[in-house]
């Protein structure tokens, strides 16, 4: 969350592996996302109640995300010591912008 993803969590238990009906399953399921003002209070857009047999649906705004990396009021990369380490990738990154 505070390199700017979304965070999803699942918790799976329940009649699984003797079911044939995959959806009787217990846990909890939830998304987080980057805790800055854009988002939601919590840095939580859905939380599933717990032991409950339950779905949980909720709408990601990519837009959103990738213009908070640049304007948010906690940049990483932004306000990082460069004088003590540098940020280099093991191997090629490929950036992916939404529009």
Not at 10 to 26: A, E, H, Q, R
Not at 46 to 54: D, H, K, L, M, Y
Not at 63 to 83: P, W
Request: net charge negative; charged share 20%.
């Amino acid at each position: 969350m505070e390199n700017f993803i979304y965070v999803v969590i699942v918790g799976n238990t329940g009649n699984l592996p003797t079911s044939k009906n995959y959806l009787i399953n217990y846990g909890q399921a939830a998304v987080f996302t980057p805790s800055d003002f854009a988002f939601p209070p919590y840095a939580t857009a859905g939380e599933s109640a717990a032991n409950v047999e339950t779905v949980l649906i909720t709408d990601l705004d990519l837009t959103v995300l990738v213009q908070q990396r640049d304007v948010a009021s906690v940049r990483h990369l932004y306000d990082r010591r460069s004088d003590l380490y540098d940020v280099r990738a093991k191997r090629s990154v490929k950036v992916i912008r939404t529009e």
